[in-house]
Every structure is written in structure tokens, then in C-alpha cells.
């Protein structure tokens, strides 16, 4: 009888271990329950790629801006803003898992009296490792290894196509523009990742890497710098905010005679997948496909 017991507890206990599964976060290491039913999702990148693996959340933010990202609002609830999740409609709700990124992350804490949450942030100057991981990661905590090991081999050979694209094509820099204003990011900015998937190096004078906005720039730093690439975010477009367009801002006698302008290597890219779903695998093999694009054409 104490056999029978012991093996019977045995059994329970390989259950239970089973039903764990350990995955990385931008917090670290962390053993959540396996397949969790009812995940709530306050980050479009994690959305994002969580529907790319076939996984549908019971809850998003109110606003998904991205197009690809609509589908999601059918059978999930709205529960608040990007920055402000609403916890009364995340309680009513009763996730077993909240995942907070990036925009959310610092609501950790506070959804955290709802249920167990887990940070999945990118950091924008290893975006390709970290989005790779968050991928993992996700796949394994849905049981989706399987979706996740072929959405990555597609990656690679994306990364790979842009890499080749991209060879002794000259110096670049990246610039959001928000209405009239400019900004410029370097290699180990929240943007630089788009230096290293290129393989094309930031073009004139170091950036302060440090700068979360990027440096205010003028056309007379952009003629200066003579970038033989632009690659340019939009942000009003990204948010759907009336005001300049990134175009207009940029048609200016000085940026006219910059490279960049004279060879047509000004490439605005799909800013509302950059800017608002960092790491979000749709999101991000669209931009690998765009600068793609622009660097073989």
C-alpha cells in the first residue's frame, strides 16, 4: 500500500512538474503554469507575435492601431490604454497571466494585484536577440515550439536576405520625424537595431545613444551628416495624429542635396510597426521586407 502510495505521489509530483514551464522575461528567469488559459496581452508587440503563433488573448489595450493586429479585437476584451491598463475590467476579466512590454512595463506591479504577470520588453538596440527570445520563450509557455522554431527560421532567412541587400550600400541614419520636428537615433539607440540588420553604419558625428526621443536634428545637421541612406519613421502617421507629414518635413532645399535625396534612397519605413510593436513578429518581418525592398531595388 505505501508503494502504490508513494509511486501515486510520485506521479502527481511529474504532473506537477510538467505542468511548469520555465521561461525567459526581461526581468529574467521565471516558471509560470504551462498553457495558461486566459491571457490578458498590454503590449502590441507581444500581441503581435503571440498571434503569430496562433494564440488568441481574452484581453488587449482599447486601440490596436496596426491593421494586422485588428483581428485580435473580436474575441478579446478592451482593457485600457498602452500606458494605462484599466484594472477593474482586467479583474472581471480574472487572467491566469498578464504580460505587460516596453510602453506597459511599468505597470508590472500594479496589474500584478490581478494576476501573476510577466515582463516581456525589447530593448531596441538588440531588438533581433531579444525579439527571438520572446519568441521562444512564448512558444514554449503556449506549446508552440513547433510554430515557434518554423517563425524563426523565416526570420533568419529574412535577416539573411536583408544582410546581403544591404552590402557596401554606404552610411545611413535613421530619423523620426513628429509633425515638424526631427529626431536622429544611433547604433545603440532604440532604433539602432535598423544599423545592424542593414549591416549599413550611422553616417556622420556619434549620437548620444542614451537620448529615449533620439537627437533634435536640423536639415543643416542631415546636409551636414550626407547620409547615403535615410530611413525615416513617421510618428504622426504611426499614431494617427493630424499634423506634417514626414514627407513634407523633409522636402527642404538642404536635405535635397544630400545622397540619400539625389540617389531616391530616402525609405520611409512602416513607422506603426517600428514605433508601436517593437519585436512583434509580423511587425517586424514587414520592416525586414521593406528595407529589403528599398536596399535590392
Do not use: C
Not at 526581468?27 to 503569430?52: C, E, F, N, R, Y
Not at 483581428?71 to 500606458?83: E, I, R, S, Y
Amino acid at each position: 500500500m505505501r508503494m502504490i502510495l508513494s509511486a501515486g505521489l510520485a506521479a502527481l509530483l511529474a504532473s506537477a512538474a510538467l505542468a511548469e514551464v520555465t521561461v525567459e522575461t526581461a526581468q529574467g528567469i521565471v516558471s509560470l503554469p504551462a498553457a495558461p488559459a486566459k491571457v490578458a496581452v498590454l503590449d502590441l508587440g507581444v500581441a503581435d507575435t503571440m498571434m503569430a503563433l496562433g494564440v488568441q488573448p481574452v484581453a488587449v489595450p482599447d486601440k490596436l492601431y496596426l491593421d494586422h493586429l485588428q483581428p485580435l479585437a473580436q474575441d478579446a476584451a478592451p482593457v485600457g490604454t498602452l500606458q494605462e491598463p484599466d484594472l477593474e475590467k482586467l479583474a472581471a476579466i480574472g487572467p491566469d497571466l498578464i504580460v505587460v512590454a516596453n510602453r506597459s512595463a511599468v505597470k508590472k506591479d500594479a496589474v500584478a494585484q490581478v494576476a501573476p504577470a510577466i515582463d516581456m520588453t525589447v530593448d531596441g538596440a538588440d531588438l533581433i536577440s531579444d525579439a527571438k527570445a520572446r519568441l521562444a520563450a512564448l512558444a514554449a509557455l503556449f506549446g508552440k515550439q513547433v510554430e515557434g522554431e518554423a517563425l524563426a527560421a523565416a526570420l533568419d532567412e529574412k535577416l539573411a536576405a536583408l544582410a546581403e541587400a544591404g552590402r557596401d550600400k554606404g552610411g545611413a541614419l535613421v530619423v523620426l520625424t513628429n509633425g515638424p520636428k526631427m529626431s536622429a537615433y544611433g547604433k545603440d539607440s532604440r532604433f539602432g537595431w535598423i544599423y545592424e540588420v542593414t549591416g549599413l553604419p550611422q553616417a556622420g558625428r556619434p549620437l548620444d545613444e542614451k537620448a529615449n526621443h533620439g537627437d533634435a536634428i536640423s536639415h543643416e545637421f542631415i546636409a551636414q551628416t550626407n547620409p547615403d541612406w535615410l530611413f525615416v519613421l513617421d510618428r504622426g502617421v504611426a499614431i494617427g495624429a493630424d499634423q506634417p507629414s514626414a514627407q513634407a518635413t523633409l522636402d527642404n532645399e538642404l536635405v535635397r542635396q544630400t545622397n540619400a535625396w539625389k540617389n531616391g534612397n530616402v525609405v520611409y519605413l512602416p513607422a506603426d510597426n517600428v514605433y508601436l510593436a517593437p519585436g512583434g513578429y509580423t511587425a517586424l518581418t514587414e520592416t525586414l521586407d521593406a528595407l529589403v525592398a528599398a536596399l535590392a531595388g
